[in-house]
């Protein structure tokens, strides 16, 4: 089993930045991806970010990509979700997880095997 728990949520105005961290403990070997992924209210859970922990590989969703930035700490068993140019869009509560994948793709019924328990972005107009 992996465990996974974020970090860094919180409320921003538009324009602003959040970090998001999500720490990893236990089997950690088994998890060859991680990243995140955001659920706003009313909506489905969509793909955000995802980075393949030994190749260093990184993957965006076209609605972050560029004001979003993905990266791991290995000595930490962290990975990170750098949030700029904030939109009110990208409210959403943001879920860090884990696979054996090291590609998200195709993301069409991709369910990654570990999951966080999820932090609150709100971003204020």
Do not use: H
Not at 32 to 49: I, L, N, S
């Amino acid at each position: 089993q992996v465990q996974l728990v974020e970090s860094g949520g919180g409320l921003v105005q538009s324009g602003g930045s959040l970090r998001l961290s999500c720490a990893a403990s236990g089997r950690t070997f088994s998890a060859y991806g991680r990243g995140w992924f955001r659920q706003a209210p009313g909506k489905e859970r969509e793909f955000v970010a995802w980075i393949n922990i030994s190749r260093l590989s990184t993957y965006y969703a076209d609605s972050v990509k560029g004001r979003f930035t993905i990266s791991r700490d290995n000595a930490k068993n962290t990975v990170y979700l750098q949030m700029n140019s904030l939109k009110p869009e990208d409210t959403a509560v943001y879920y860090c997880a884990a696979d054996l994948r090291g590609s998200p793709y195709p993301l069409q019924g991709f369910n990654p095997g570990y999951w966080g328990q999820g932090t609150q972005v709100t971003v204020s107009s």
